[in-house]
Nanobody, 125 residues
Framework: QVQLVESGGGSVQAGGSLRLSCAASAYAYRRYCMGWFRQAPGKEREWVSSISTDGSTSYADSVQGRFTISKDNAKNTLYLQMNSLKPEDTAMYFC???????????????????WGQGTQVTVSS
């Protein structure tokens, strides 16, 4: 059974940092591209970052240079290190397992097979 559980969200001041974690089932972790999406109130869910099974990473333009995606193979855990946070980063962040490898570099919602429950990130100015 595929399970994704996020943690690490919270409230920070602009310019601060947070690290999100996603504990994944071994099957999902080793088979699928893993990524992060976020959704702010009144906005569509948008892709933030992803990492392929071979370790290749990609980022949305809005977070490139500030966020870093990584994974710990020993723990089957995905991470998103978020630095230089801005109020615009405020959103619910979701861990995702992407089914289609050819969409890993910029996946859409429809490409995602499994979602975590989400963790809230709030950045104040």
């Amino acid at each position: 059974q595929v399970q994704l559980v996020e943690s690490g969200g919270g409230s920070v001041q602009a310019g601060g940092s947070l690290r999100l974690s996603c504990a994944a089932s071994a099957y999902a972790y080793r088979r699928y591209c893993m990524g992060w999406f976020r959704q702010a109130p009144g906005k569509e869910r948008e892709w933030v970052s992803s990492i392929s099974t071979d370790g290749s990473t990609s980022y949305a333009d809005s977070v490139q240079g500030r966020f870093t995606i990584s994974k710990d193979n020993a723990k089957n855990t995905l991470y998103l290190q978020m630095n230089s946070l801005k109020p615009e980063d405020t959103a619910m962040y979701f861990c995702a397992a992407v089914f289609y490898f050819y969409r890993c570099s910029s996946p859409r919602e429809a490409d995602v097979g499994y979602w975590g429950q989400g963790t809230q990130v709030t950045v104040s100015s």
